[in-house]
């Protein structure tokens, strides 16, 4: 292993590309200031994709590589054609990132896109993005842990693209405007577990344009919501999609519910959810009675 340790305070103008095998660290603080000379000719935007040259840090391909301490700012966040990400894993594997503060960025400012095989996100305050992390196309066994994402214009976190096999646990979502976790597009098999959820627009949203499960070929699907708190958020769970179209086979199991504007929320195809609501103080929604039997099964009244 090789090992990199930056003091000081630093204006970045292009990507700093990590190899494979390095323990980064920075005592300090890094700028974004990137120019649309160094982003290449489409700039920071191709379609709907945002790349690692917008990016203060990026590890593309690379795999075996932390990244520890200092504040990264891009002070851009509603430029979203400016610096996209503060850290960005791209098609990488077996990635740390933690102790450290992230903010202001465009569109998120932790992003893995692609990313396989033990990717850890730990003991991270990311701030005034669009979203905290972004999750995308598909990225897997990747653990968010013990960190603290608020204020950010969309998400805490956004499980995207088909994202699976995340767990994010023990974190503080707080004043996101959108969701604490948005868990969309056909992500599945992601585990939510002993999160705290406060003054969120929804604490979780489960959402798809892409299918539910009958007869949709991408369902948003068989994650699970198991032993969180929230608390005054302006909804707590939703459940669905577009109409007829929705999240399913979401298991909800002894989560504490209290003081929000509403516990659930619903639409969109419910096909197949199972939700168990033992260890919540607040009732259930009435737009959740909508639901029959086979769509939303209760194993116990709150």
């Not at 929320?265 to 260890?279: M, Y």
Request: glycine share 12%; hydrophobic share 30%.
């Amino acid at each position: 292993m090789r090992y990199l340790t930056l003091n000081g305070d630093y204006v970045a103008d292009v990507p700093l590309s990590l190899p494979s095998r390095l323990h980064f660290r920075l005592n300090g603080t890094v700028h974004g200031n990137l120019t649309k000379e160094n982003q290449g000719p489409t700039g920071c935007k191709y379609g709907y994709q945002y790349f690692g040259r917008c990016s203060l840090v990026l590890v593309e391909g690379q795999s075996f590589v932390s990244i520890s301490g200092g504040n990264y700012t891009c002070d851009d966040s509603g430029n979203y054609d400016k610096t996209a990400f503060a850290i960005s894993c791209e098609h990488c594997s077996n990635l740390l990132v933690q102790n450290l503060t992230a903010s202001g960025c465009g569109q998120g400012n932790i992003h893995y896109f692609a990313a396989k095989a033990a990717v850890e996100i730990r003991n991270v305050e990311s701030f005034n993005s669009n979203r905290g992390v972004w999750s995308q196309t598909p990225s897997e066994k990747v653990l968010i842990t013990d960190s603290f994402f608020h204020d950010n214009t969309a998400d805490g976190i956004d499980l995207d693209s088909m994202s699976q096999n995340v767990m994010v646990r023990k974190n503080r979502m707080e004043n996101n405007r959108r969701c604490g976790i948005f868990v969309e597009e056909g992500a599945s098999n992601n585990i939510l577990i002993d999160n705290h959820f406060f003054n969120n627009t929804y604490g979780i949203g489960f959402y798809t344009n892409m299918g539910g499960k009958d007869p949709g070929q991408y369902p948003t699907k068989d994650n699970w919501v198991v032993g969180n708190t929230f608390v005054q958020n302006g909804g707590a769970i939703s459940l669905g999609g577009m109409k007829e179209n929705g999240a399913t086979d979401t298991f909800i199991a002894e989560n504490k519910i209290h003081g929000n504007g509403m516990s659930w929320g619903c639409n969109g195809a419910l096909v197949g959810n199972h939700v168990l609501t033992s260890g919540t103080t607040d009732p259930r929604s009435p737009r959740l009675l909508n639901y029959g039997p086979g769509n939303v099964t209760f194993f116990a009244e709150p």
